[in-house]
């Protein structure tokens, strides 16, 4: 489960390539791949207001949050049967239109690796340590957390492996997926409520 | 030697100015919570910012840790605002 925390630029073919290699064997029963790209925007909506961002950079701590983003890569592979994970944050000075996170999961079907990408994403906001300080005309500032961040998380649930709201159906073999040799699993989720 | 490391991020690092210290951690202190309260003891922009009113989180030795959480010699501390990565 790769995490890494940088301040070079990501390529995502050349990531999720790798990602879908370092499977080795089982690459072959990879059917679905998620990813989640961030970019910066050039304006932050604070309280329906909107302002002009010149430049962003993200400060994090070194250490706790390589393995806060382990934690939350592990929590998404307990919860959803994927193959595998990558999350790549940046840190450092960014500027708008530049990528700021990856999150990209792989596994036999698309609920699971839909599933386990929105969740990475939704905890990454709310409890890997980063902070974003923008650069506007009217100085610098830090930018507050959002309460739809705890929110999207809150539905999760604090044992669930699924939305509160979403219900879904086994795996499917439909769409563009690839048809796995494999019996599908019984149920779309690990551990769900544990 | 009951020492410990204070870490400061983000905006409460630039407020207190400094990302990092060391504290003789006082015989009392035996939780986050306690911990924050003596912090914000030092008043001025100590009291400002780690006021009870203030949405602060911690982390005791890099995982994230609730004011009841436990704080020992050797423990490494962080305080820091609401995260705000992705």
New interface residues.
Partial sequence: MPVRVQSEDFDLTREVAALRAAQGTRAAKIGAIATFT?TVRDLNEVDGKSTNVSQMT????P??TE??LEKIVADAKSRWDIFDALVI?RIGALMPLDQ??LVATVGAHRGEAFAACEFI?DY??????????EATLDGAR?????SSDDSAVARWGAGGGEPASEQKSAPENAGTETTSVDAPKSAPTKGAGA | MSEVTLLFFAGLREAVGTSRESLELPAAISTVGALRAHLSTRGGIWAEHFAPTRNLRAAVNQDMAGADAPVRAGDEIAFFPPVTGG
Avoid: N, Q, S
């Fill in positions: 961030g993200l400060e994090h701590y250490g706790m393995r806060a944050h700021i996170v994403m990454l906001k709310t409890e890997a340590p980063f902070w974003k300080k830090w930018v507050d957390a959002r």
